[in-house]
Each structure stands twice: as structure tokens, then as C-alpha cells.
């Protein structure tokens, strides 16, 4: 699965837009590389993304199509 569509369906971020943005921009990095929208994720990559001040950084659990938004959160586990 590409990376800016399972940061949109896990919901970490709003739009597939927006991941697309962060994911060109530099933000987002995959074991430690920078990376581009149509990277594929694989279940146990490390993912970080780095905005503001800040960052957050979760290991992808499971790629999914569609989940529920009570679900969304069982993809993936916070690291810090």
C-alpha cells in the first residue's frame, strides 16, 4: 500500500492530500529514509513524521483498504 494512502486511512493525517504534501516535502521517513507519496509500506516499516517541533513515529501493524474509524488506530502502534 502506498504510504499516503495508509497515513489517510489510518487517519494520522486528515486528507490524502496533505499526506502527499508531507511525504514531498521531507517529512515523512520510512527506517530511517526519506521517502516519496507512492512508497510501499510493509507491515513492521518504522514511520516517521516530523512537523512543527515535533514528530511521530509508529510501526505499521497492518495495511488495510478500509477500516472504520473506531478501528484506525489497530494498524498501527506509537513508538514515541
Excluded: H, W
Excluded at 502506498?2 to 515523512?28: E, H, M, P, Q
Excluded at 516519496?36 to 511521530?56: C, H, M, N, T, W
Excluded at 477500516?67 to 494498524?75: D, G, I, M, T, W
Aim: hydrophobic letters at 40%; glycine letters at 8%.
Amino acid at each position: 500500500m502506498r504510504i499516503d494512502k495508509f497515513l489517510k486511512v489510518s487517519r494520522i493525517l486528515k486528507r490524502r492530500s496533505v499526506a502527499n504534501d508531507a511525504c514531498s516535502g521531507g517529512r515523512v521517513s520510512v527506517n530511517g529514509k526519506d521517502v516519496k507519496p507512492a512508497y510501499s509500506l510493509k507491515v513492521g516499516d518504522v514511520v516517521e513524521i516530523r512537523f512543527g517541533e515535533g514528530s511521530l513515529k509508529f510501526r505499521v501493524l497492518a495495511l488495510k483498504e478500509t477500516v472504520k474509524k473506531e478501528e484506525a488506530q489497530s494498524l498501527y502502534e506509537i513508538l514515541t
